[in-house]
């Protein structure tokens, strides 16, 4: 689908990584503090027996070399999950789907060729936030897996540069497209442009 004829205006949606690397960074502490209080209202003695156990640093090397290779994997399912949900909208498929890699600032992407109505385009930006990050975080403290809540902040907050262009198409019509940007993190939006009302005629 083009839009290059007059009934359509497009808009540019971007943002910085680098301001959204350095947001992560500022709401890290508070979300890990606000949702490992949640875990610990409901699980704090078996958290906290696991920093009684013997030969803790072993445990802890172990763990989190655990943790890392996990958290590896899922910074990919972040962008598969991206682009299997915005393929599922789009004309193509996922032949309308590229993955690579931002030199500059060595962060993964996901790229949809193809525009999607706006409503699709915010289900496949915001589905990595719930699949890896809501999703295990409400597992963890259902069961007191905190491993798994742990697992879910990460990737709650490695999803704001997600929740940054959603706040950018606040407010865009759901029948209005959106395409990705080619080479920066947002999309390019194409509104149908209101019709005028015909004037009246006085008798």
């Not at 193509?92 to 996901?110: D, I, M, N, Q």
């Not at 963890?140 to 706040?167: C, E, H, P, S």
């Not at 993190?185 to 209101?194: D, N, P, S, T």
Request: proline fraction near 6%; glycine fraction near 10%; aromatic fraction near 14%.
């Amino acid at each position: 689908m083009k839009f290059t004829g007059p009934e359509y205006e497009q808009s540019v949606k971007t943002i910085s990584i680098d301001r959204a690397n350095r947001l992560g960074l500022l709401i890290m502490v508070p979300v890990f503090v606000g949702v490992t209080a949640i875990h610990l209202l409901f699980w704090g003695t078996d958290l906290l027996d696991y920093f009684r156990t013997p030969k803790l640093a072993a445990r802890w090397f172990h763990d989190g070399l655990g943790f890392s290779i996990v958290c590896m994997v899922g910074i990919g399912l972040h962008e598969l999950i991206h682009g299997i949900t915005w393929a599922l909208f789009s004309p193509s498929g996922f032949r309308s789907v590229r993955f690579g890699v931002l030199k500059e600032w060595f962060t993964p992407y996901c790229h949809c060729t193809e525009p999607l109505k706006i409503n699709h385009y915010r289900l496949g930006a915001i589905m990595p936030a719930i699949l890896l990050g809501v999703v295990p975080i409400a597992v963890g403290i259902a069961v007191g897996y905190y491993r798994a809540t742990l697992f879910g902040i990460f990737f709650t907050v490695a999803a704001i540069g997600d929740f940054m262009v959603l706040q950018l198409l606040r407010g865009e019509k759901p029948d209005d497209y959106a395409q990705d940007h080619p080479t920066e993190a947002g999309c390019y939006v194409f509104r149908r442009k209101e019709s005028p009302l015909p004037s009246s005629t006085k008798n």
